[in-house]
């Protein structure tokens, strides 16, 4: 899946911020089939079922269960064309969502060879704040994170110093 590009830094944020907000008696939908991120998140304690990998844009049932108290949404929102649908949909009251971060000097990514491997939205933290208030949610909690690269050049010097990630604690209102 990451060919040798295991996003270690990204799998520790993410951890360390769930911890705080969420329980292990929670029980958590986690948005997106089966990964190693999941994998971890079962590892450490937590109960996670996956989503089967139906299109959110067009089938929003997965989210309208009562049979689980927390959604997890790990970068998945950007890949959506109407991340507003399912995010308004979902019945769980509490969401756990991160997304890339658009940034100014680097275009929205794309694989030429997986269609499902595309950023539709790239979003800034404000708008994806819009976003979930609109669809009816109150963020509790935030965090922002860099992301550098192994290369040299000006991008990855930006990279250094210009927040990649972005991940909120949200409650329904």
Same mark, same amino acid.
């Given at each position: 899946m990451y060919e040798g590009n295991f996003p270690s830094k990204?799998?520790?944020e993410t951890l360390q911020f769930l911890s705080k907000v969420i329980s292990k008696d929670d029980k958590i939908l986690d948005l997106g089939v089966s990964n190693p991120f999941s994998k971890i998140l079962i590892e450490e304690g937590?109960?996670?079922?996956?989503?089967t990998g139906e299109d959110l844009d067009i089938d929003t049932s997965a989210v309208k269960t009562d049979a689980v108290?927390?959604?997890?949404?790990?970068?998945?929102?950007?890949? &959506?064309v109407s991340?507003?649908?399912v995010i308004k949909d979902i019945n769980a009251d509490k969401l756990v969502a991160s997304i890339p971060l658009r940034l100014w000097f680097s275009p929205a990514y794309r694989s030429k060879t997986d269609t499902w491997d595309r950023h539709y939205h790239e979003f800034e933290d404000w708008q994806f704040d819009w976003l979930l208030e609109k669809a009816g949610w109150t963020i509790k909690e935030r965090h922002k994170w860099t992301n550098p690269v192994k290369k040299i050049?000006?991008?990855?010097? &930006?990279r250094l110093f210009t927040p990649r990630y972005y991940i909120v604690y949200a409650e329904r209102e």
């Open positions: 990204r799998y520790k937590y109960a996670v079922a996956n989503t108290n927390v959604v997890t949404a790990f970068e998945i929102f950007e890949h &959506l991340p507003f649908n050049g000006l991008r990855p010097l &930006l």
